[in-house]
């Protein structure tokens, strides 16, 4: 279990962490040194204690958490593997394993339309969430081609680029692919929010 | 600005960090692999983003955050330098400033009584706070003794050791010191309020 320490004094951390137990464990507060200190204007130790301890606080709180849900639709398999494009072939699925079944899946099939999408939920610090969705169309090949990218990446070809996402660059990938178009609306919508960065 | 991300997949991780812009920074959330995993039992991407990403802020938003304010109060000097001490000499004070500036201040003085003082505020995830204080008697020398420490420690003798705090070990100081006495109340604390690791 995590402590926050909101000291940039090694001195102070090292001894904060010689001082745990119990499993705690000490952390410096993320990214420390780019909030701009509080002005410690106590009159005793509590008081300056207090006022760093709620001000560090309201920082920490206040960083948004995401998370992602992503996976391929193949419209002849009826949307399928879908939400479960991570664990296509079994709990214990690999890349490699999940690529073989959707091949095996799709034998004798001419209708290879697929697409990625993805979902990116964002909690903002007031506990509202928004969603962001990213989506790209493609086509299931009949072997691997490329050894970047992961997940279904060397099945799926994208004919803009007339080559499959494990052989473009990441750079490449990421201006059309599900995630990047997800990430990329998320970002325009976390820009333009200008959340506040000074705590309450 | 943080964002935290909570995934586990470097590949994920990669593409969101080359995703951001304006200035936001793509962290892992931390210790994201010490938290158990949600069941993603939603039967769209939406519905799993969201309970995943609810999951894993809940966890961020219960990390406790703490702050400490510590000093030396000198008896003869009306307990200066007290909450000024780590700026005793100014506001770009160095611990050796600070040491002679208080030695000055104490020149021809008999009483050379000091205690440490340390207190930690600790914010709990329901945004109450506890305090905890630690202090530790000793004297002022009359010249530093010692390169171990910091602040006023090659300065501050303490009986029971018969040395300075800058002349013992790390762990030795510990023991005794306002720090650790003030840490310690608080892992005692913690370890026996046992807080729910699990979101609420």
Redesign the interface.
Known sequence: ???????S?P??L???R?????G??I?P???LREIPPPE?N?????E???L??????AF??E?????????LEVDSLGGAP??YSARFSGPDATDAANNQLLLDRLAGKTDRVARY???????LPDGS?R?F?GTVEGEILREPRGSG???YDPLFFYPPFGCTFAEVS??Q??TV?H??RA??SM?DF??AAR?P?DPK
Chains 1, 2 share one sequence.
Request: proline content about 3%.
């Open positions: 279990m995590i402590l926050y320490c909101a000291t004094n001195g102070k090292r001894e904060f010689e001082a745990a137990s119990g705690w464990e952390e507060l993320p990214k410690e106590g009159t005793t130790f509590e300056n204690a207090i760093k301890a709620r001000y560090y606080a920490a709180r960083v948004p958490v995401y998370a992602e849900d992503s996976g879908g939400v999408v993805a979902v990116i939920a964002l909690v969430i969603s969705r990218g992961f997940g990441r750079e990938k990421l692919s995630r990047g990430a990329a970002m976390l820009n959340l960065l």
